[in-house]
């Protein structure tokens, strides 16, 4: 079982940033950063693989950015330009395969970290 633990949420202006930061307990093949908005189904904003490669929604492309420091067990999402349309809260997610921008490959979630853009 790996334990999963979202921080750095918050609230920010449009056109603003903020750093979301996953600690993990143990480790997995891949990570992800996905979100669920009030009235909107769950969406997949970015991943990365073991092997290093990182994909992302067209939503977020050019403007977030998932990395991780694996010495440290830490999954990141650097948001910037943040429009009111990225509010949602922010759930890290990890798998044992390759492909964790399919939620059918997520085996761990975290409880998420709720992120709120004003305009």
């Known amino acids: 079982q790996v334990q999963l633990v979202e921080s750095g949420g918050g609230s920010v202006q449009a056109g603003g940033s903020l750093r979301l930061s996953c600690a993990a307990s143990?480790?997995?093949?891949?990570m992800a950063w996905f979100r669920h908005a009030p009235g909107k189904e769950r969406e997949w904003v970015a991943n990365i693989e073991g092997d290093g490669s990182t994909s992302y929604a067209d939503s977020v492309k050019g403007r977030f950015t998932i990395s991780q420091d694996n010495a440290k067990r830490i999954l990141y999402l650097q948001m910037a330009s943040l429009k009111s349309e990225d509010t949602a809260m922010y759930y890290c997610?990890?798998?044992?395969?390759?492909?964790?921008?399919?939620?059918?490959?997520?085996?761990?979630w975290g409880r998420g970290t709720p992120v709120t853009v004003s305009s």
């Open positions: 997610a990890a798998g044992w395969y390759r492909g964790c921008h399919f939620s059918g490959n997520i085996v761990f």
């Open positions: 143990g480790a997995t093949y891949c």
